[in-house]
């Protein structure tokens, strides 16, 4: 099936470590995002990236960092500097064509030990 | 882009028309408005797009007064599982804009 799979479901970080959320879409879409959703909040862009090997910083971008090597994943790196990072993390895709039509993965749950 | 504005909750009971206005009063000329509902713990998943008049889906209708300074997403004869949060989105089509959810009506449906 097409879609966006992300991955773990629900991570655990000790303090001062750095954790990695995948983030694989095999829709062909060339534009991807994360966004971060805090508990009754809507969601805050992290990061997002038009194609390849190019991304822009959103509204919350520190603390955080991505890479785009490839089309189909764009994964998210939690730092230590990021203070407070339990939060849920959503990554979206888009196609150049479907005039602001995302899709979502499902999700990680993120928590600090 | 453009700033949304929606009322932060709304009930209703099983069986009711629900209507939710956003209000976007500087919308740009390019600008389309979308819709998105989202459950618990479940990335958002979209309901309905329109630019000016109505649309109509086999989900909602989206209706758009010739200013489309604000829109109104309808959901027809609401159950228990429409018990959602629903996001209005205002922004252009180009490509990999930048798309900024804001915090969304929380709708309650109960019996």
């Known amino acids: 099936d097409g879609g966006i799979t992300q991955s773990p479901k629900y991570l655990f970080r000790k303090e001062g470590q750095n954790v990695t959320l995948s983030c694989e879409q095999n829709?062909?879409?060339?534009?991807m995002y994360w966004y971060r959703q805090d508990p009754g909040q809507g969601l805050r862009l992290i990061y997002y990236s038009q194609i390849v090997n190019d991304f822009q910083k959103g509204d919350i971008a520190e603390g955080y960092s991505v890479s785009r090597e490839k089309k189909e994943s764009f994964p998210l790196t939690v730092t230590s500097a990021q203070k407070n990072p339990t939060a849920f993390y959503l990554c979206?895709?888009?196609?150049?064509?479907?005039?602001?039509?995302?899709?979502f993965g499902a999700g990680t749950r993120l928590s600090v030990l | 882009l453009a700033k949304t504005t929606q009322p932060i909750s709304m009930d209703s009971y099983e069986g009711q028309e629900v209507n939710i206005t956003c209000s976007h009063n500087n919308i740009a000329t390019n600008d389309y408005i979308t819709w998105y509902q989202q459950f618990p713990s479940q990335g958002p998943r979209f309901i309905i797009q329109?630019?000016?008049t109505k649309v109509t889906n086999e989900v909602a209708s989206l209706f758009i007064p010739a200013d489309r300074k604000s829109s109104t997403l309808s959901l027809p004869r609401v159950s228990l599982s429409d018990t959602a949060v629903y996001y209005c989105l205002v922004g252009d089509t180009g490509t990999a804009s930048k798309l900024t959810f804001g915090t969304g009506t929380r709708l309650q449906v109960t019996l």
């Open positions: 829709l062909n879409h060339d534009a």
């Open positions: 979206a895709s888009r196609s150049g064509q479907t005039k602001n039509i995302q899709y």
């Open positions: 329109g630019y000016k």
